[in-house]
């Protein structure tokens, strides 16, 4: 009902002619068969945003911005608009990753601001969310998770519920090795789920709800099976043509 989605994290990660390179070998890995199973993106650094464009401008892979202002324009030194972005061919956008939480001061009213304004420049935001290992062991997980995802979804309207795509990634599963099992990551996928439903409604079953943290091809097909999980937030395992394209074939069931 829901189809995959696989997105691909590069982080401040790659040079041009990398970048170049990955995404080739990523387009040259993805058979128009499974283009159209799953849906694909990749989300480079803001300045790589427009090489890569060029290249998968046609085909099935989407362009994904790693994070957002949510002012149109002004004097804001450093900052990139949703429009900016819309320009450049993004599809997607990254908001509210643990590590713009933690390195940057990212707050929830600031995730509630950038996913307004993305959805006013029609680009789908990735909201993301997840628990630290502490608050894990403290057994505040459902309590930390519901407090992100309405703190990003207050006062916004959501139509088909397709516009809004949520990654639970669990803090001490990023770049550890360490990931989640796929009922763990089940039993969160489904409360995030629920809040959706209190939240916004029916729309709730067409949201995407994406598990990020660790997914690596040996790891992503119990993941994938689990009934709320919907695809993949991918963040060392896409810097690898060959291993993001076998994470996207796993969840395309081929
Ligand atoms: C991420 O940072 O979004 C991520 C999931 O990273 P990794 O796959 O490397 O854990």
Request: aromatic share 6%.
């Amino acid at each position: 009902m829901r189809r995959p989605f696989i997105c691909g994290n590069w982080k401040m990660n790659k040079d041009r002619e990398s970048a170049l390179s990955l995404v080739r070998g990523i387009l040259l890995g993805i058979t128009p068969e499974l283009g159209e199973r799953v849906d694909i993106g990749v989300a480079p650094p803001f300045v790589y945003l427009p090489i890569v464009s060029a290249v998968i401008e046609g085909t099935p892979v989407k362009l994904s911005a790693q994070d957002v202002f949510w002012e149109k324009e002004g004097a804001f030194t450093g900052e990139v608009s949703p429009y900016m972005l819309k320009d450049l061919g993004c599809t997607y956008c990254i908001v509210g990753h643990s590590e713009r939480r933690i390195y940057f001061g990212e707050t929830d009213e600031h995730v509630n601001k950038k996913v307004k304004a993305l959805l006013e420049a029609c680009i789908t935001p990735i909201v993301c969310v997840g628990e630290k290992l502490e608050e894990r062991e403290e057994g505040r997980v459902f309590e930390v998770v519901s407090q992100q995802v309405k703190g990003a979804l207050n006062s916004v309207e959501i139509s088909s519920g397709e516009e809004l795509v949520i990654a639970y990634e669990p803090v001490w599963a990023i770049g550890t090795g360490k990931v989640a099992t796929p009922e763990i990551a089940q039993e969160v996928h489904s409360y995030i789920r629920s809040l959706l439903k209190e939240t916004i409604g029916d729309v709730a079953e067409k949201v995407r709800i994406l598990y990020g943290g660790s997914v690596k091809p040996d790891n992503i097909a119990g993941l994938i099976e689990q009934p709320d999980i919907d695809g993949a937030l991918v963040g060392g395992a896409s810097l690898k043509a060959e291993s993001f394209c076998e994470i996207i074939k796993v969840a395309g069931g081929m």
